[in-house]
């Protein structure tokens, strides 16, 4: 019997249910929904499993790590590429809270200004393993990198709304609820969001790798592990 109970098991620790889009980071026009459903290792790091959805057969398609601004700031030059923020996410409503719980909808606007308020200024770094718009049946080939949009212009409305439809949401309510109590002249952090500002995002890319003997005798891997 294992020495840990159901309540301590990692599915058990699930208690938020977020839903986005994310965007392939070197392909603007790929735009995925996202559910995420998360767990606070810390105060200052959440852990989520994404699905494309919330149905019963939702397919799993990603991982997303969320840290605070502090970790964020601390992190090494080179990282910093990998991360983007949530600020235009979460002003723009796009960015919804639903039920952790299997209860259809998303969470009433006065029970998730506290969850929006601490998300407005966190970093996220997600990775998508099952590219589901182009292989939906498995999850075939490298994983890709993914971003979130930083601005109107960029989002694809229309997907907005479907899932506005299929949720009985209204993003646009709850964006001009959120610039209420949101510190809206939170400024951008210029050190985030670099696929956006350089013109120049990284992508995972498959390459050859070559094995060397470690020295123990064993094999290990001695190549560009991420491809960027």
Known sequence: MAPWSVLETPMAKIHQHLCAFHVVADEHGRQIESHHYCTCVSPDFHQCIIYDSDKPNARLIGIEYLISEDKFNNLPVEEKKYWHSHKYEVESGVLIQMHASGIEGQVPENKEREMMSAIHKTFGKVI?????????????????????????????????????????????????IRSTYLDLDYPKNKEADQWMRSGKPIQFKP???SLTQTSNGKQASNGNRNGS
Do not use: A, C, F
């Not at 080939?141 to 709304?161: A, D, F, H, R």
């Open 128 to 176: 998508h393993t099952w590219n589901i718009d182009q292989h939906p049946d498995l999850p075939l080939g490298p994983p890709s990198l993914m971003m979130s949009y930083t601005k109107p212009e960029m989002v694809n409305w229309e997907q907005v709304k479907e899932r506005d439809r299929e949720q009985g949401v209204n993003t646009q309510e709850r964006s001009k």
């Open 207 to 209: 390459v050859e790798s």
